[in-house]
């Protein structure tokens, strides 16, 4: 079956610091794999895609990278700030049309 | 651009009666909508997805006469669920596709219904 893992365990890092997430997939050839965030009580906010064929994509303090091989995406937050603490999502695209199938998430705590 | 908006953020009701939850594209008309529930500590599950005009497609498990999806324009889709029971009390979230737009979803904020 398919499954989507993150870090099960919430992510503590000190403000200015490197946070790195990991999402690894089984049983998936997906075309992009997409970044959310999410607040307590929030729905999710889109924050990045990458296609198959790319290797990384950045977004100012937001790095993605993509191994089809390992089958794993890193998530990197570059100095970090305690409005950076969050739940972040990785999703992948599903067997339903465009909809998406979300890991569990990993919840990040950013301390000042 | 590109908000999503749900209506209510949240509700109470009591076991039996039916709860009507809209979700509406302000600023871009979507073909597709999409419905998520989400409980505690867990990850967002696919429901259904809602095509404008066309019935909605059900993932496995639901029940598509318990949950009764409507998409009646490019701008809503509605999400009704029948009999709540408090086993159904959980986090619904929309989201949209926009119409050839990119491959990213729009969501909603969320409502959070609890069945007494």
């Known amino acids: 079956s398919q499954k989507i893992e993150q870090n099960s365990e919430a992510l503590n890092i000190q403000e200015g610091k490197t946070a790195t997430l990991t999402c690894n997939y089984t049983n998936y050839s997906p075309a992009y794999l997409q970044w959310y965030r999410q607040d307590p009580g929030r729905g999710p906010v889109f924050l990045l895609l990458?296609?198959?064929?790319?290797k990384e994509k950045r977004k100012e303090r937001l790095k993605v990278t993509f191994d089809t091989t390992l089958k794993q995406s890193l998530f990197h937050i570059t100095a970090s700030q305690p409005a950076d603490s969050a739940t972040y999502l990785c999703a992948l695209d599903s067997n339903s049309g465009y909809a998406l199938n979300f890991g569990k998430g990993t919840s990040l705590l950013v301390t000042p | 651009g590109a908000v999503v908006s749900q209506h209510p953020s949240w509700v109470i009701c009591k076991s039996g009666t039916s709860v009507k939850i809209e979700c509406r594209s302000l600023?871009?008309?979507?073909?597709?909508m999409f419905w998520y529930r989400q409980f505690p500590k867990q990850s967002l599950m696919l429901m259904a997805t809602?095509?404008?005009?066309?019935?909605?497609?059900?993932e496995q498990g639901v029940e598509k006469d318990k949950f009764l999806i409507n998409h009646a324009s490019l701008t809503l889709s509605t999400l009704t669920v029948t009999s709540a029971h408090p086993e159904d009390s959980s986090f619904y979230i929309c989201?949209?596709?926009?119409?050839?737009?990119?491959?990213?979803?729009?969501f909603g904020p969320g409502t959070r219904l609890t069945v007494l």
């Open positions: 990458i296609r198959e064929n790319e």
């Open positions: 600023d871009f008309q979507a073909t597709t």
């Open positions: 809602s095509n404008e005009g066309s019935k909605a497609t059900y």
């Open positions: 989201s949209a596709r926009r119409a050839g737009g990119p491959d990213t979803q729009y």
